[in-house]
Structure formats: C-alpha cells, structure tokens
C-alpha cells in the first residue's frame, strides 16, 4: 500500500470533521446536511478502489444524496487515494457544484454520474474507472460474461459505449457534457455495467458497499476471463438461472467484503 494510501488511515480514524461545514465558508448555498458517515463511508470507497487498483490517479466514485435524489456527492478533481473528507462536493444532475471552495477543480467526466443519477432512479452509486483488464473487451468483439458467481451481475449484459458514435465522430475521448452522458446512460440501459471503448467502464448499484463489489468483482472477472481465452478451448461461462440464484446469495453476503475493505483503513 502506497504513502498516500497510508496517510488516509489518520484521516478517516478522524471522521469527526463535517465536510460540509467546511464547504459552507465558500458559499451560503453550499449544502444540504448529510450525514458524516456517509461521507465517511464514499472517502472509504475512494481508498479502497484504489487500494484494489481498480481506481488508479484517475477515475472517479459518487453516491446519489441521501437526502437530495436530485444531487450527488463526489470528490473534487483529485487522485482517488487522496480523497478526504474535506474534498467531498455536492453536485446537482447538471454538473453543477454547490459550496465546493473556489480553489476546487471539478472532474470533467461527472456528467456520466449526473445522467446515470437523472435516468435510474434505482442507482444510488456510480464508479467510473479505466481498469486495464477490462479494456480488452471494451475494444473487441469478445463479450465480457460472468466466469464465477461472484460477478454473476454481469449475466444480464455488458454493452459498449462508443463515443464516436454518440458524438457524431471523433472526440477526446472523454464524457465531458450532459448529451454524451445522457447517450451512455442509454448505452447501460438496466445493467450493472458499461464498457466504454477506448476507454474503461462505469458500474452503478443501489447501494455503496454493493457497488465496490461490482467494481472489484468486474475488474477480477475481466483477468479471469482473458486467462481463460488463452488457456484456449469453449468457456463454460454461468447461465441465466445459475446467475439469478447467485444473486440472491450474493444480497445477502456482499457487505462482507466492505466489511473488510473498510476495515483496512479505519482500523
């Protein structure tokens, strides 16, 4: 684990700082009240994703306001290892920050979480990463399926966002105003996950805890998979019944492994 990994652990063992007081000296408007063990909970998933390098110097974590369906909060234009409390803003599904100090830069990509948020109400988390093992099926015509029954989510699908495509040609690559999000959102459709080409994923779940678990689950399914291509021969991937019944197990299991994570850093 990593130097600025390591400087976390201070931080969140302190979680007595409310971020929103602090963010309420740039602006009267700043803030709806949140809880700080919920901000507590989305610096701790910042430091876990990057501790199991499914988040590296870039990427980014949200959850939807616990008490705005309309916002969502998420740290400000930094490395996910060095997320702090402090670094906590709010955003509306505009991409609109509210209280953030003035010092602050802002993720260029954060429409992909605003329109997520406007178009399923059911998502209340949202990861957006460029993990290297997923990439491949991002690229290609290979189709990434659940190997095991930890990443039994992705039996539904896993489409591909093409921003070429709902850019009308070439771009930078990156989601960077509310219509390219608006078309990734539609790409991800009622899934867990999206690939985007050229690029990375997004995962969304209802809750936290469950979506680190999809995010990590993703990552490891995509380098067991390549594996498996290599190895040669048919892979037995799992079939829509032996999913939907993983899934009512892993509901009931999941939280085990935030458990774990989480204590990593708050220990």
């Known amino acids: 684990m990593g ?9 969140l063992a302190c979680m007595v700082v409310l971020p929103h007081a602090a963010l309420a000296q740039a602006s009267p408007t700043s ?3 949140v809880d700080v063990n ?7 998933a910042n430091l876990i994703l990057a501790d199991q390098q499914v988040l590296d110097a870039y990427g980014h974590v949200s959850i939807r306001h616990p008490n705005n369906p309309q916002r969502f909060l998420m ?30 830069t802002h993720f260029l990509e954060r429409f992909i979480h605003a329109e997520i948020y406007r178009a399923r109400p059911d998502v209340n ?9 997923v990439i491949p099926f991002a690229n290609t015509q290979v189709k ?40 990734l959102a539609d790409i991800l459709g009622q899934n867990a996950v999206v690939l985007m080409r050229g690029h990375g994923n997004v995962v969304v779940a209802p809750t936290l805890p469950l979506l680190v ?37 892993i509901d009931q299991i999941h939280t085990r492994a935030w458990d774990l ?4 850093f708050t220990r």
Do not use: C
């Open 3 to 11: 130097a600025s990994v390591l400087r976390q652990l201070a931080l």
């Open 31 to 33: 803030a709806t009240q």
């Open 38 to 44: 919920v901000v507590g909970d989305l610096v701790a």
């Open 75 to 104: 740290g400000r234009n930094l490395a996910p290892a060095l997320v702090t409390a402090n670094d906590i803003v709010e955003y509306d599904l505009e991409g609109v920050p509210y209280g953030a100090k003035t010092d602050f």
């Open 125 to 133: 988390a949202v990861v957006h990463s460029h993990s290297p093992a």
């Open 144 to 183: 990434l399926q659940p190997m095991y029954h930890v990443s039994q989510f992705l039996a539904s699908g896993v489409p591909v966002f093409d921003i070429k495509q709902a850019a009308g040609g070439p771009t930078n690559m990156l989601v960077g105003n509310g219509k390219l999000g608006k078309s």
């Open 213 to 249: 678990f999809h995010a990590v689950y993703t990552d490891a399914n995509a380098r067991l998979q390549s594996q498996a291509i290599a190895l040669g021969g048919p892979i037995t991937f799992l079939d829509a019944d032996e999913a939907a019944q993983a899934a009512k197990v």
């Open 261 to 264: 994570w989480k204590r990593k």
